[in-house]
């Protein structure tokens, strides 16, 4: 799959989850083709961002869009990696930081 393929496949499914996604190409386009990666990699479309373990039920909460995601967006006005944001992040409402980090150290650590 290409990544505008994959883009168009995801506009049409984040609003059916209640998502936004991230209309800015050059923020969206390398999450992109590291999702794709992944899912070439793994089997499954874990987060870009995050580092997986390449097991299925280690990985879970972070196949994208990650257990994280809407807490982030409710909090932040956007998921860690940026794919999706709320309406008022893309109206320049709330500030475009960097997402705290609220996978537990043990997940990502693998203890």
């Not at 807490?71 to 860690?80: L, R, V, W």
Request: hydrophobic share 30%.
């Amino acid at each position: 799959m290409t990544v505008e393929k994959y883009y168009e496949t995801l506009k049409k499914f984040a609003p059916k989850k209640g998502l936004i996604l991230n209309p800015d190409w050059e923020i969206v386009k390398p999450l992109l083709e590291g999702l794709l990666k992944n899912g070439e990699r793994y089997g499954y479309r874990t987060c870009p961002c995050r580092p997986a373990m390449g097991e299925l039920e280690k990985d879970r909460d972070i196949i994208c869009p990650c257990e994280y995601a809407k807490a982030d967006i409710e909090e932040f006005g956007a998921c860690y990696c940026w794919l999706y944001v709320s309406q008022d992040w893309i109206d320049g409402k709330v500030p475009h930081r960097q997402i705290p980090e609220r996978r537990p150290v043990e997940k990502i650590l693998d203890l």
